[in-house]
């Protein structure tokens, strides 16, 4: 599984330079890598967000087992943990986007899933758009490409401002009165109820509406599964293992955090449900390789 897209790119021997490796998030059109048609990436499982803008392009995008057509007009949207594949046979012009949740809930909101349910949808179709409609997300994503160029120090804020902007439209468009793709069968539903727990119970936590860290039972509990049964759910449709998720989720909370909040990191770490802040720390440092107080550190403006 690929963490970001520049993982995937150097796996891939693709070209590296129009991506910031300070940054969870990228922007740019496809066709600035420069690559021989048709251009193609094999299904791999990725662990980011993805979203689509086809504006002239000709060719076809693989969640799982269901593919899309993506033409001109074409505007897509995928949550992590799904293989995914693309081939064009044209490339014109197709811009996509990538960002992390420690991205969004950094810059967006610490609420993020709660404004956009649709981040935690497990299947949006893609959508082909009128002009009208397309050219209203054009304005926003070229707006994000510019500022992706640049080098304000408020850089990452910038950004996040224009992808809430920008996920609105989505909400409006694509998900307001919007039945999802028959999300369908039961190992679906049981990763479907898993993720939408798992960021009810960090938003208590972090709310203070809850004050212990759910384990793995806790949320086997929740569905009336046995634990190894909902372990191997996860792990089978999401490629990912459940602890994998749990610490994912308590980063990306503690990051928001650190970020967002005055609170002591002691504070922070009872409020995730650590009961030692010093292992909250060790734990920190140990998905990050920064401990929380040099990630607080705002960066130094040259």
């Keep these: 599984m690929y963490q970001?897209?520049?993982?995937?790119?150097?796996?891939?021997?693709?070209?590296?330079d129009l991506l910031d490796p300070t940054l969870e998030f990228s922007i740019f059109n496809l066709r600035e890598l420069r690559q021989p048609l048709p251009f193609s990436a094999p299904a791999e499982r990725l662990n980011f967000f993805?979203?689509?803008?086809?504006?002239?392009?000709?060719?076809?995008?693989?969640?799982?087992?269901?593919?899309?057509?993506?033409?001109p007009g074409t505007i897509y949207f995928t949550n992590p943990s799904h293989y995914r594949a693309f081939e064009y046979q044209e490339l014109g012009e197709a811009y996509l986007l990538t960002l992390s949740e420690a991205f969004l809930k950094e810059n967006v909101h610490a609420d993020v899933f709660t404004e956009f349910p649709f981040l935690l949808a497990e299947t949006m179709p893609a959508n082909t758009v009128t002009p009208a409609v397309f050219a209203?997300?054009?304005?926003?994503?070229?707006?994000?490409?510019?500022?992706?160029?640049?080098?304000?120090?408020?850089r990452a804020r910038l950004l996040g401002q224009l992808v809430g902007a920008l996920l609105l439209k989505?909400?409006?468009h694509f998900w307001l009165g919007y039945n999802p793709l028959s999300e369908g069968n039961r190992s679906s539903a049981i990763v479907r109820h898993f993720r939408r727990t798992l960021e009810q119970h960090y938003r208590d936590l972090s709310s203070g509406a809850a004050s212990v860290a759910y384990q793995v039972q806790d949320y086997a509990a929740a569905q009336h599964l046995h634990p190894n049964y909902l372990a191997q759910v996860i792990r089978r449709k999401t490629g990912k293992a459940i602890g994998t998720w749990i610490a994912e989720k308590a980063v990306?909370?503690?990051?928001?955090?650190?970020?967002?909040?005055?609170?002591?990191?002691?504070?922070?770490?009872?409020?995730?449900?650590?009961?030692?802040?010093a292992h909250f720390s060790n734990y920190f440092k140990k998905h990050t390789g920064l401990t929380p107080q040099q990630y607080r550190q705002p960066p130094s403006v040259a």
Excluded: C, M, N
């Design 252 to 277: 990306a909370e503690a990051k928001a955090q650190l970020q967002h909040t005055d609170l002591a990191i002691k504070e922070i770490a009872y409020r995730l449900g650590f009961t030692d802040p």
């Design 136 to 154: 209203e997300f054009e304005i926003l994503y070229q707006q994000l490409a510019r500022e992706y160029q640049g080098h304000s120090p408020l």
């Design 50 to 71: 993805v979203l689509g803008f086809v504006k002239q392009a000709q060719g076809w995008y693989l969640i799982d087992e269901q593919r899309f057509d993506l033409r």
């Design 4 to 16: 970001t897209l520049r993982d995937q790119y150097r796996h891939l021997g693709l070209p590296l």
């Design 170 to 172: 989505f909400k409006e």
